[in-house]
């Protein structure tokens, strides 16, 4: 599948969960997680979540560095950008390069923002 396919994919993918802002907050603090806010730097230092690295998904070579510097495939990857479009594109792109264990922030930061 091309780059530009996987910015459109609309199914549904079984290593990919996508939770709303409690439960993503009650595993990310119960679990051992690597958390990866998507959004641009600027819009990372406005604000993100404790523990959080930021990986620009719109800086696509940095994202692919950074991603397959990863070796263990399996281990949980946690994601989130401003709305949930971005990080829901990079969890596909993940799962394309061979993530197994992939979670989404449905609503985003935004929706993080409104249940705390």
């Given at each position: ?92 792109m993940l799962e394309e ?20």
């Amino acid at each position: 599948m091309s780059f530009f396919s996987s910015l459109f994919k609309s199914k549904s993918s079984e290593y990919i969960n996508i939770l709303n802002a409690e439960e993503f907050q009650n595993e990310i603090k119960n679990k051992k997680v690597r958390l990866v806010d998507v959004r641009t730097s600027g819009e990372y230092n406005s604000g993100h979540i404790k523990n959080a690295v930021n990986v620009d998904f719109f800086n696509r070579a940095a994202f692919q560095k950074f991603f397959s510097k990863l070796k263990n495939k399996e281990e949980p990857i946690y994601l989130y950008c401003r709305s949930g479009n971005r990080s829901r594109k990079a969890a596909y792109m993940l799962e394309e390069m061979g993530f197994t264990s992939i979670t989404d922030l449905k609503g985003g930061y935004m929706a993080w923002q409104r249940n705390q």
